[in-house]
């Protein structure tokens, strides 16, 4: 994926979050509330640089802890 798709796919991911963030999504009973905790995603790029190995071997283990998901994001 280009720096270019990847950089649309994480503002309009996070354009999405900071409005569930800060209580302004709609649902049927009016607003969601708002997040105490809600981390911007950036990507890390790794997968990019070749080094898919070090990928799976330091970064997928702890997937299953919500600290980054199944492809290259981490909380910033």
């Known amino acids: 994926m280009t720096n270019e798709w990847t950089n649309l796919i994480l503002d309009y991911h996070n354009s999405l979050r ?17 997040a105490k905790n809600m981390y911007e995603l950036v990507s890390n790029m790794l997968l990019g640089d ?27």
């Open 18 to 34: 900071s409005k569930i963030a800060f209580g302004m999504e709609r649902n049927q009973t009016g607003k969601l509330p708002s």
């Open 50 to 76: 070749g080094r898919t190995k070090e990928f799976h071997a330091n970064v997928l283990p702890f997937s299953s802890l919500g600290t980054v998901s199944w492809r290259n994001w981490q909380k910033r």
